[in-house]
């Protein structure tokens, strides 16, 4: 328990970090401790012992050791990593660049997440007028709101986007029809905008109106959260689109032509025709499109009857689908490449990512006459 004059002493050098009142800059809120100074010495007086000061210590030091190891944890390290090889770190390639970028903004944002778990606490007043320190989720510290949301969003999802450029990449080398192509880039734009404004959303949440008279501000934070529900919607519907325009393109541009693989197993098809497999990922995206809009528009149901306490979010499903999307170009790339060592390309593969078009004689006798070819 702490003593009036340890009180005192804290209260000279801490009490500036806790916004008694709404007013205050950004940079104030940023770099507050809680809104209730009261509350902030309860929870000393009921924390403080030594062994907790270690763990607090021990939590420090290993979140940021965690946080060196997340571009190392990610699944896409190792892809990244075996990619490199097979092109013998060749990095002027587009692809590779492609999945370097991919990788490092993503990477870049895991490390932030990881690093927002440096801010376990914040002094607040709860609705009942209760004392609450524990963070529950990154909105309730604005410093950590700050970072793991309105910064460290933006590296997730351009991260997402320049993956999702691929499908594009390579159904653009194989169509002839101007009207499909323009559709392509259409229904791409707007599926990256309906990406990009998530994080642009979070901006206008400001750090400063996070709290309203000492108490978190929840119905301030679930107009947003309602909104936002409405862009996962919208980004689970654009995601449809995208992926359907790549299916049907590629089904009518590709599949129409390669007569002479008919007779061709399933598994043989995804060994040996690249664009084959950009249509198993589409159909991947497809399949999932239904429940994941459904989840979102429960959530906006919730959020707009006043029931957002009941959480019907399936973020680690939606990350499942979208990391077999991008797991897909490494193993699109690696089956390529597999294919021009053993001599059974299909294709002509010299064209990708340079915008050429490509005639359907190639398509048709590419398997009989296999040539030695750049992939990317």
Not at 147 to 160: A, D, K, M, P, V
Not at 186 to 205: G, H, R
Not at 294 to 316: A, L, M, P, R
Request: proline share 2%; charged share 20%.
């Amino acid at each position: 328990m702490l003593t009036d004059q340890e009180i005192k002493s804290l209260y000279d050098k801490e009490y500036k970090y806790f916004m008694e009142n709404d007013s205050g800059t950004l940079g104030q809120w940023l770099s507050s401790k809680g809104t209730s100074f009261d509350c902030y010495i309860q929870f000393i007086n009921e924390t403080d012992s030594s062994i907790q000061r270690i763990n607090d210590k021990i939590d420090f030091a290993r979140n940021i050791f965690y946080a060196f190891l997340k571009p190392f944890q990610s699944p896409y390290f190792y892809w990244t990593l075996l990619l490199l090889i097979m092109y013998k770190f060749n990095a002027r390639r587009p692809i590779i660049k492609l999945v370097l970028y991919h990788y490092t903004l993503r990477a870049i944002g895991d490390i932030i997440e990881q690093l927002g778990k440096l801010l376990p606490y914040y002094h607040a007043i709860s609705r009942d007028g209760s004392c609450v320190s524990v963070c529950i989720s990154a909105e309730h510290h604005p410093l950590k709101w700050f970072l793991t949301r309105q910064i460290n969003s933006f590296f997730w999802y351009i991260g997402e986007i320049i993956g999702d450029w691929y499908p594009l990449l390579r159904t653009k080398a194989v169509t002839k029809n101007k009207n499909n192509l323009k559709l392509l880039y259409i229904t791409c734009i707007i599926y990256n905008i309906s990406k990009l404004a998530v994080p642009i959303s979070q901006l206008y949440v400001s750090p400063s109106k996070l709290y309203m008279d000492k108490r978190f501000n929840n119905e301030f934070v679930t107009k947003y959260y309602n909104f936002y529900w409405v862009l996962q919607a919208i980004i689970a519907f654009t995601t449809f689109i995208y992926e359907w325009v790549i299916y049907k393109t590629l089904k009518k541009e590709l599949f129409n032509k390669t007569r002479k693989t008919e007779e061709y197993g399933l598994m043989k098809k995804f060994r040996l025709i690249s664009e084959f497999r950009i249509i198993i990922s589409a159909m991947i995206a497809l399949l999932s499109f239904p429940f994941l809009f459904v989840v979102s528009t429960i959530n906006i149901y919730f959020h707009n009857n006043g029931k957002e306490e009941i959480d019907c979010s399936v973020e680690e499903f939606r990350a499942v689908v979208t990391s077999v999307q991008y797991i897909f170009i490494f193993i699109d790339q690696i089956l390529l490449i597999s294919s021009k060592n053993n001599g059974n390309n299909l294709l002509d593969m010299d064209h990708y990512f340079r915008g050429d078009k490509t005639s359907g004689d190639n398509y048709n006798t590419g398997i009989l006459n296999s040539q030695d070819v750049n992939y990317i």
